[in-house]
Nanobody
Framework: VQLMESGGDSVQAGGSLRLSCAAS????????MGWFRQAPGKEREGVAT???????TYTDSVKGRFTISKDYAKNTLYLQMNSLQPEDTAMYYC??????????????WGQGTQVTVSS
């Protein structure tokens, strides 16, 4: 399994970014996938997940601002991030595993892409 994130950048508060995660080496459509983030000095947290049937979950702090989606034809996971705030600054990771595994325990992780939001 290989996951490669891209799209991280430095933006001002209120701006938008779209993160991408190119997936390969497994049956993409049958796994759960998600986005996670880790800020300096803080624990990694789940941001959004999407099930094999397309059901989504979001952490409260990003609801209404972030949207997770999958493009099955391109084997790519996306995270559209709008109305970015300085507290969204973190390294963002995509990850995947079977849906019956708790997300923070998923086995397969990308290397991360940095998002920095300035006020």
């Amino acid at each position: 399994v290989q996951l490669m994130e891209s799209g991280g950048d430095s933006v001002q508060a209120g701006g938008s970014l779209r993160l991408s995660c190119a997936a390969s080496g497994y049956t993409y459509s049958t796994y759960c996938m998600g986005w996670f983030r880790q800020a300096p000095g803080k624990e990694r947290e789940g941001v959004a997940t999407i099930d094999s049937d397309g059901s989504t979950t979001y952490t409260d702090s990003v609801k209404g601002r972030f949207t997770i989606s999958k493009d099955y034809a391109k084997n790519t996971l996306y995270l559209q991030m709008n109305s970015l705030q300085p507290e969204d600054t973190a390294m963002y990771y995509c990850a995947t595993d079977w849906c019956d595994v708790a997300p923070l325990l998923w086995s397969f992780w990308g290397q991360g892409t940095q998002v920095t939001v300035s006020s």
